[in-house]
Antibody, heavy 129, light 106 residues
Framework: EVQLVESGGGLVQPGRSLRLSCTAS????????MSWVRQAPGKGLEWVGF??????????EYAASVKGRFTISRDDSKSIAYLQMNSLKTEDTAVYYC????????????????????WGQGTMVTVSS | DIQMTQSPSSLSASVGDRVTITCRAS??????LNWYQQKPGKAPKLLIY???SLQSGVPSRFSGSGSGTDFTLTISSLQPEDFATYYC????????FGQGTKLEIK
């Protein structure tokens, strides 16, 4: 069964750090880009960032709201993606979802799009004093 | 940044109804548009990718259409399990979600 399981959430004070983990199973983790999406209580979905597979350089991209504070990394040998969150703010309070990012191609090999096709159950992060 | 606007924000409908949700992008995004369903307390689930392709395992009563800036998600005959919140999301430049459409039972 294809599965993502997040861990590491909890209560943290503003300005402190927290690291979330996302453990994957049921697919070849190293072949996929991995992303994080968050949802503040009662609000909509917000993309946080993603990391490409090693085949595409393993590089990262981030939303403007977290750039410079959050870092995504991966350990393909353990099938784990990480979200390191520094200088946390109260507005970072949210459920954080780990997602698999899949690219879709047509029969000619041309990219048709990409989507978050597998989601973890989410882990709650509360930033409060 | 590309903004995504869904309408309506909420919708009441009955089992068996045909329902359409629209999503508009602030600039052309070709067909780089996905739809997700989220039930309370659960993670979102991918329904439609690349504007009109049905994700594996998703019932055929769900369909998507559109390109450029205007997109629609249609549920042909509402089932009890379809009452949820639906989000569109663009992947043309970064990733942005619409604000969501809450589909409630009439």
């Amino acid at each position: 069964e294809v599965q993502l399981v997040e861990s590491g959430g909890g209560l943290v004070q503003p300005g402190r750090s927290l690291r979330l983990s996302c453990t994957a199973s049921g697919f070849t983790f190293g072949d996929y880009a991995m992303s994080w999406v968050r949802q503040a209580p009662g609000k909509g979905l917000e993309w946080v960032g993603f990391i490409r597979s090693k085949a595409y350089g393993g590089t990262t991209e981030y939303a403007a709201s977290v750039k410079g504070r959050f870092t995504i990394s991966r350990d393909d040998s353990k099938s784990i993606a990480y979200l390191q969150m520094n200088s946390l703010k109260t507005e970072d309070t949210a459920v954080y979802y780990c997602t698999r990012l899949t690219y879709y191609y047509d029969s000619s090999g041309r990219l048709r799009g990409d989507a978050f096709d597998i989601w973890g159950q989410g882990t709650m992060v509360t930033v409060s004093s | 940044d590309i903004q995504m606007t869904q309408s309506p924000s909420s919708l009441s409908a009955s089992v068996g109804d045909r329902v359409t949700i629209t999503c508009r992008a602030s600039q052309s995004i070709s067909s780089y548009l996905n739809w997700y369903q989220q039930k309370p307390g659960k993670a979102p689930k991918l329904l439609i990718y690349a504007a009109s392709s049905l994700q594996s395992g998703v019932p055929s009563r769900f369909s998507g259409s559109g390109s450029g800036t205007d997109f629609t998600l249609t549920i042909s005959s509402l089932q009890p399990e379809d009452f949820a919140t639906y989000y569109c999301q663009q992947s043309y430049s970064g990733y942005t979600f619409g604000q969501g459409t809450k589909l409630e039972i009439k």
